[in-house]
């Protein structure tokens, strides 16, 4: 059973950072071939994707993030990472990452076929 397990949340001001980090376990299994990303969800409105990175490494991210959010993995650790620079107090919300082994073409197409997801961190930016 694969888990994902979320890291580096917290609060901070508007205009901050912060990175994110998920490790998936058990260590044994391969992802290197799984797409891993994440997304978000903020009390009262709806799950919005914010980044996706493919097999090969090559990312794709939501309009309201591109730019300063970066997503990375590791796949000798089995770490995914997302760095997050010049937050905003719209960026607060519990972030979640995700996983799924089916090919998918873009960010949407990912968030509609996720199979395993973790249980998250909180990021508050306040202004």
């Known amino acids: 059973q694969v888990q994902l397990m979320e890291t580096g949340g917290g609060s901070v001001q508007a205009g901050g950072s912060l990175r994110l980090s998920c490790a998936a376990s058990?260590?044994?299994?391969?992802?290197?071939?799984?797409?891993l990303g994440w997304f978000r969800q903020a009390p009262g409105k709806e799950r919005e994707e914010v980044a996706v990175?493919?097999?090969?490494?090559?990312?794709e991210y939501a309009d309201f993030v591109r730019g300063r959010f970066t997503i990375s993995r590791d796949n000798a650790k089995n770490e995914l990472n997302l760095q997050m620079n010049g937050l905003e107090p719209e960026d607060t919300a519990i972030y979640h990452c995700a996983a799924t082994r089916i090919v998918t073409r873009t960010l949407a197409d990912w968030g509609r076929h996720l199979e395993v997801w973790g249980q998250g961190t909180l990021v508050t930016v306040s202004t």
């Open positions: 058990p260590y044994g299994v391969n992802y290197r071939y799984y797409y």
């Open positions: 990175i493919d097999a090969d490494g090559s990312p």
